[in-house]
């Protein structure tokens, strides 16, 4: 007789949504009790209170992110899709693909800590009716510690105010892996009761000291049985360290003009609000980037193989920056209008950099002039173009056209292309630099970059394609030497897809890019990227309890890694060793209840089961099995 399999299924399912309940509970029993009961006398939970906008995206009102689906990605590095780093939090990461610059500002080229950093764009202004507050807590081995906390309030519905702080530290794995990033901002910000007048000023810090290494010196290690304690491991450089710090002030002003309508009527007195048609902006920043790189005499012969060198590391590199910007737009007003829509900026971009790099001192200035449009036909078809052009100085020439179309199919399908060309002078480190070690004054030509894709998005079913083409001319990249070679034109195809698949509870999402270059001998890029999750997500008690149970699948394939020297903070192609990548695993549960989110993940948890180990970079191992958690906690008060 053959069995009933629909039962059996059934019966599975309720043993596992049983185990699941007892995983997601237990740990979080006391938390889910102290915090609901106390959102129901002081702690409130009312995320439509607060949305945020961006000084990038004045008008894009966004909305606070509650959901589960990626709380588990504790990583800054491994957030994003496809990016490799050294093995710790805090450690230097790099993008997996190639991405060509889309601006024509002058770059300083220290991209090493990108994945940490906080920029003045990355600032939220909120605006909130009840004062809203978040705390967020992570640990894991190492004594990696993670700690953010975010407070804003409206002190009367045109005043607001805001602070926002993160630290991360960590000691990592290996010797010479001690991180210590702390991020924070504060803003305020101030609107006239007719929407006639804003003002928006914030503050920036970015504070880094980590300490690097060069990679350890046996790899062998994941075969090494003699070997305990990683953290006992004999490693290149073994008293070298990072600084870097940035502070940066913004103030930007702007006046609405447009036509008045009544909001309200109180004590027979009539009151009017401006929607804005157009708006002027004047915006002024200020920054200081420092960066800095020291180590001891005895670790000479790693950057010379000279013996006889002793001398002691002790590098910097400072910019300062004064910026001002005028900027005139165009806003897209709501209206039953089924024909044409359009929105459209113009700016005018002046800056002033004083670069110090070790004995020299150099003043760059840069004049940008720029110009965005956007247009909407028959609420179908979307046409958009962004220019700059730099006239002035070092980067005189420098420009980047881009157009994009979008096409809608219907309101959940969408087809699509973008073309951009764009021309830029090298980073001021590939240009010059001035250090212990390496020194260079070269006379490279400034690059230019074409680019195109076509994609297809369909929201019904979960999909997104791209494919995609890129040539660069003069392209720069650096060698085993460290040092920076301007050769040849890169050019190359990209395809990339995601799609997300879902059977009741169970869902399957995935993302994956392939791509292909004419000349591999110059880049450090894997031609194959995926990342997928499968997981149970469920609601229960009326949505009080959400929470989902899984596992993160993260694989490339094997290829030339690049190397990675601390004394410039750049990775380098390298074409000497291949190393074979398995795919990395974290399994994670996770839990919400009303205003809590919580994690338990295993990272690297099939460490062990197909090999002992990768390398991110060369000499540079991935990070062991572990087991990490974290909680975030948002209330209304």
């Known amino acids: 007789m053959i069995p009933d399999s629909g039962l059996h299924i059934s019966k599975f399912i309720n043993h596992f949504h049983r185990l699941r309940l007892f995983i997601l509970i237990i740990p979080f029993s006391f938390l889910i009790f102290h915090f609901s009961t106390g959102q129901d006398t002081t702690f409130r939970y009312y995320p439509q209170f607060t949305r945020y906008t961006t000084l990038s995206q004045p008008d894009s009102i966004q909305p606070l992110d509650t959901a589960i689906r990626f709380f588990q990605r504790f990583h800054p590095a491994e957030q994003p899709f496809g990016y490799l780093h050294l093995g710790y939090a805090g450690a230097p990461a790099m ?112 504070n880094f000291n980590v300490q690097i290494n060069g990679g350890i010196t046996n790899d062998l290690i994941f075969s090494d049985s003699t070997l305990f304690d990683k953290s006992l491991a004999t490693v290149y450089l073994d008293s070298a360290s990072s600084v870097l710090k940035s ?34 902006q004047h915006r002024v920043e200020w920054e200081r980037r420092r960066f800095f790189f020291n180590d001891s005499f005895s670790d000479a012969s790693f950057y010379t193989e000279d013996t006889l060198n002793f001398a002691a590391a002790s590098d910097s590199f400072i910019v300062r920056r004064i910026t001002n910007e005028v900027r005139l737009s165009k806003l897209e007003q709501d209206s039953s209008s089924r024909v044409f829509k359009f929105s459209a900026d113009a700016f005018a971009r002046f800056s002033v950099f004083q670069v110090q790099n070790q004995d020299y001192v150099k003043q760059i200035q840069s004049g940008i002039i720029g110009v965005n449009f956007s247009t909407l036909f028959f609420l179908k078809l979307k046409l958009s173009s962004f220019g700059e052009l730099n006239l002035l100085d070092r980067n005189l020439g420098d420009f980047v056209l881009n157009a994009s179309m979008i096409y809608l199919l219907s309101d959940q399908r969408a087809i699509g292309a973008e073309a951009m060309i764009s021309n830029n002078h090298p980073a001021l480190i590939e240009d010059e630099y001035h250090s212990t070690y390496f020194n260079w004054n070269n006379s490279f030509v400034p690059l230019t970059a074409l680019s195109g894709n076509v994609f297809y998005r369909d929201q019904k079913l979960k999909l997104f394609l791209k494919a995609g083409w890129f040539s660069q001319s003069d392209y720069i990249y650096w060698t085993t030497g460290s040092i920076p070679v301007q050769n040849g034109t890169l050019s190359g195809l990209q395809f990339s897809a995601a799609k997300n698949f879902r059977v009741t509870r169970f869902h399957l999402d995935n993302e994956v890019m392939y791509q292909t270059f004419n000349d591999n001998s110059i880049v450090s890029y894997p031609s194959f990227i995926l990342r997928s999750s499968l997981y149970y997500q469920d609601d229960e008690y009326r949505h009080a309890l959400q929470s989902k149970i ?5 694989y490339h394939n094997n290829y030339f890694a690049p190397a990675y020297q601390p004394a410039t903070g750049q990775f380098l192609e390298q074409r000497t060793l291949v190393f074979e990548y398995l795919p990395v695993v974290d399994l994670f549960v996770v839990v919400k209840v009303k205003a809590v989110r919580g994690y338990i993940l295993l990272q690297n948890a099939a460490q062990g089961l197909f090999a002992n180990g990768n390398f991110a970079a060369v000499h540079y191992p991935m990070a062991d099995r572990a087991v990490k958690f974290g909680l975030q906690w948002m209330f209304w008060n």
């Open 95 to 206: 993008p997996l693909f190639f991405i060509s610059r889309r601006d024509a500002e002058v770059d300083i080229g220290f991209q090493q800590f990108n994945a940490y950093w906080r920029g003045i764009d990355d600032v939220k202004f909120y605006d909130t009716r009840e004062a809203f507050t978040s705390v967020r807590y992570q640990q894991g081995s190492r004594n990696e510690i993670l700690v953010s906390a975010i407070h804003a309030q409206n002190i009367t519905p045109q005043l607001g105010f805001g602070i926002d702080y993160n630290r991360l530290r960590t000691d990592g794995w290996y010797q010479r892996q001690t991180s210590r990033l702390s991020n924070f901002n504060g803003y305020a910000q101030y609107h006239s009761p007719n929407n006639f007048y804003s003002v928006k000023a914030a503050y920036i810090l970015n």
């Open 247 to 280: 502070d940066e002030l913004v103030l930007v002003n702007a006046i609405n003009f447009g036509r008045k309508v009544f909001r309200e009527t109180i004590d027979s007195v009539e009151k009017k609000k401006i929607i804005p048609e157009f708006r002027f």
């Open 550 to 554: 899984g596992f993160d699948v993260r």
